[in-house]
Structures are given as C-alpha cells and as structure tokens.
C-alpha cells in the first residue's frame, strides 16, 4: 500500500509541474508568481496532506476543503460542532510549513452537491471577471467560494485588494467577500 502511494504522490507531482510550466500565468511562472517555486509545492503539499488527514479521522461526517495560500491554509465548509471545528483546525496547524490559519468552518449541515456545484460556477465568474481588470494580475490572487461565500487569497497591495474585492463583490451569487490577503504595502 505504501508503494502505491508513494507511486500516486510521483504522478501527481509529476503532473503539477508538467502542468505548471505549461502556458502564460501558470503558477509558477516567474514574472507573475510572488511565491516561491518551494512555496507553491509547500502550498500544493499542504492542501494534499490536510485534506487525507481530515478524512482519515472524520471519514463522511464532515465537509471540509483546505485551499493554501504562501502557507497560509484556509479551512471552509461544515462540520457538526464547535469542538470538531477546533480539531480540525489542530490538525492543518500541525503540518508544517503552515503558517497561519483562517478557520471559516460552520457548524451546520453538509451542503449539498448543489450548493457546490453553484460555488463551483460562481469562482469561475469572479476569475472570469479578474481577465479584464488593469489594476491587478489575477495569477496573484486565489478565489475559493463556500456556501456562495467567496474567499479571495493572495500577496497583494491594498489597492489590489480592493480591486479584487469589488470585482467579486458584484459578480451574481456571491453572498459575501472575504479577504485573506497579505498585504505588500
């Protein structure tokens, strides 16, 4: 079993840096990417490692989703109750190299795959709305949406920040816009 994992982690690695350099604003292409090379594979690494780790422990009971940021995790989606909230955020904040953690679990139920699939329509339409602004590069700013809650990650200035923010605020069925920015300036 381990062999086989093993083998998994090298295609998926292999296939993340095969795709990386494929393309203009992939990420890691230098002139746009304010992360390391070695960040954007922690990030990948800690997204990767969160998620088996949560679902080993809470199998089906929970919906959770880790998205990383310059090792900044992000934890979105439902879980049953305060105490399994605190957990989970215990167990990302153990795997290093993560930095800081923004804990946006509710307790609530399990959205459906509706809601899902909705948030999954409504990201696109924030990056779609990205490819038109002049005010920042959308390589330097993760959208993640939960619940049509939609989070913006990234290193930005403020004004960038903003930028982004408007954009996202008015796209059609985002409930709300947070921001888990580092700021540059």
């Known amino acids: 079993m381990r062999n ?7 295609v998926v690695l292999g296939l993340m840096s095969g795709c990386a350099q494929t393309g203009k604003g992939n990420a890691l292409n230098s002139t746009s990417e304010r992360r390391t090379q070695g960040t954007v594979l922690d990030d990948k690494n ?11 422990k809470y199998k089906s009971n929970v ?10 995790a992000l934890i979105t989606g439902q879980v049953a109750n305060e105490a399994v909230k605190m957990d ?13 953690i923004a ?10 795959k509706g ?12 990056q779609k709305g990205f490819l038109s602004s002049k005010a920042f590069n959308r390589d330097h700013i993760k959208v993640f949406t ?4 939609v989070y913006l990650m990234g290193i930005v200035t403020h004004a960038e920040a903003n930028a982004a923010a408007e954009i996202a605020s008015t796209t059609a069925g985002v409930q709300k816009v947070v921001r888990v920015f580092e700021y540059m300036d």
């Open 4 to 10: 086989v994992w093993i083998v998994s982690m090298a």
């Open 46 to 56: 800690i997204e990767m490692r969160a998620q088996q780790r949560v679902a080993e």
């Open 63 to 72: 919906q959770v989703n880790v998205t990383c940021f310059n090792r900044y």
């Open 88 to 100: 989970i955020e215990r167990i990302v904040g153990g795997i290093p190299p993560v930095k800081g």
């Open 103 to 112: 804990n946006e679990l509710q307790v609530s139920g399990v959205a459906s």
């Open 115 to 126: 809601v899902r699939s909705s948030d999954s329509g409504v990201t696109a339409d924030v």
């Open 146 to 149: 939960e619940a049509g809650v």
